[in-house]
T-cell receptor
């Protein structure tokens, strides 16, 4: 079975600085996606960034980028030039083939990010 | 169509009562998921629909839980004889058949008192 581990329950960063959130996962599948979702206090899950396992190039979305190490099964999120609006819970999620290819997501426990002015 | 819609946003119910939640997915998304999220935890998968067919149910979904997706459009999640342990945020997500990500609704927060 697939698992996702986020070892940092809480992180903090100064506004305009850079922070990296860690995520490791375990799978025997070769076809999968990895995601970082953001959940602000309003509670709606918002996709931050997506990585397809077959792509060697790390995904980037504006100030957000990932360091995808497939052999090490590591998927960290880097937030550059942190803004107050980045404060939220961040979840790492795995979406694989699963049984029947239903593509359900397997989630980590989340990292609460505080941004200090 | 602006996204996945869930109703109600909040529900407070007494223990033992039945509750029903509704999810309207993004139009033409044939994949629909329900997840449950308790405070301080990541979401946990409950069930998956491909069009109107319920293709997977988690062991978390006890006999008191039932989900439907008639005609492959909106979905309902019903909890019978609610218990305090059912208090959680219930999240609905949808995806197109060519799955690349899941799109989430704002969730229904259930409080059982």
């Amino acid at each position: 079975a697939q698992t996702v581990t986020q070892s940092q329950p809480e992180m903090s960063v100064q506004e305009a600085e850079t922070v990296t959130l860690s995520c490791t996962y375990d799978t025997s599948e070769s076809d999968y996606y990895l995601f970082w979702y953001k959940q602000p206090p309003s509670r709606q899950m918002i996709l931050v960034i997506r990585q397809e396992a077959y792509k060697q190039q790390n995904a980037t979305e504006n100030r957000f980028s990932v360091n995808f190490q497939k052999a090490a099964k590591s998927f960290s999120l880097k937030i550059s030039d942190s803004q107050l609006g980045d404060a939220a819970m961040y979840f790492c999620a795995y979406g694989g083939g699963n049984a029947g290819n239903n593509r359900k997501l397997i989630w980590g426990l989340g990292t609460s990010l505080a941004v200090n002015p | 169509d602006t996204g996945v819609s869930q109703d109600p946003r909040h529900k407070i119910t007494k223990r033992g009562q039945n509750v029903t939640f509704r999810c309207d997915p993004i139009s033409e998304h044939n994949r629909l998921y329900w997840y449950r999220q308790t405070l301080g935890q990541g979401p946990e998968f409950l069930t998956y629909f491909q069009n109107e067919a319920q293709l997977e149910k988690s062991r978390l979904l006890s006999d008191r839980f039932s989900a439907e997706r008639p005609k492959g459009s909106f979905s309902t999640l019903e909890i019978q004889r609610t218990e305090q342990g059912d208090s959680a945020m219930y999240l609905c997500a949808s995806s197109p058949d060519r799955w690349t990500e899941a799109f989430f609704g704002q969730g229904t927060r259930l409080t059982v008192v």
